[in-house]
């Protein structure tokens, strides 16, 4: 596969809102963008910019969240998982699947409007791993 640039570290929260407080006041970050829900993807998000990528705030949405396990395990929740770019999105999953990795579902769209999937953390020495096509403009 051909790794792209890091796109955002994926930090699950209880609360969208105290935690834009700590990357704010601690942290510095001086871009902070508007939360907004994910029904498809079980989740409210944040984007927090970065000088070279994202911190992807996650809130649970709705019974169904994925992110409800971890958050019943880590209760201040903390970072959940690494996206990483690539071209092209159906060649690196076949690669993935080729490898023996355990790949979550079909690709889908995700928070920044392109493909992505996830892989298996256990697959991954323990981190959980989103791929994502590259956004149009970040070729
Ligand atoms: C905002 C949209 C999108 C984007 O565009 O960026 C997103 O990022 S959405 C983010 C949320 N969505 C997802 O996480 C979808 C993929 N996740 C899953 O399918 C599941 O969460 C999972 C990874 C299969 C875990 O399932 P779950 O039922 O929550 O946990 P288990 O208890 O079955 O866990 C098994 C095992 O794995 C460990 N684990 C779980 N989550 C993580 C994690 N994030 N990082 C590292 N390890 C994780 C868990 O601790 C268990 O280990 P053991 O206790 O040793 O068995
Ligand atoms: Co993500």
Redesign the pocket.
């Known amino acids: 596969m051909k790794l792209g640039r890091l796109n955002?570290v994926?930090v699950a929260t209880p609360s969208i809102e105290a935690s834009v407080a700590h990357w704010r006041d601690v942290m510095g970050a001086t871009k902070i963008h508007e939360p907004f829900d994910?029904p498809a993807?079980?989740?409210k998000?944040c984007f927090v910019d970065t000088p070279n990528a994202q911190i992807?705030l996650?809130e649970p949405l709705g019974a169904d969240s994925?992110?409800?396990?971890?958050l019943a395990?880590n209760p201040l929740g903390g970072q959940?998982?690494i996206?990483f770019e690539v071209p092209d999105i159906h060649a690196a999953r076949d690669e993935f699947i080729a490898l023996g990795k355990r790949v979550?579902?079909e690709p889908r769209i995700?928070?920044?409007g392109t493909l992505?999937f996830?892989v298996?953390?256990?697959d991954m020495g323990?981190?959980?791993t989103?791929i994502?096509e590259t956004p149009n403009g970040n070729h």
């Open positions: 955002h994926g994910l993807q079980g989740v998000v992807e996650i994925p992110i409800h396990g971890f395990k959940h998982h996206c979550l579902g995700g928070a920044h992505i996830f298996h953390p256990k323990g981190m959980l989103e994502m």
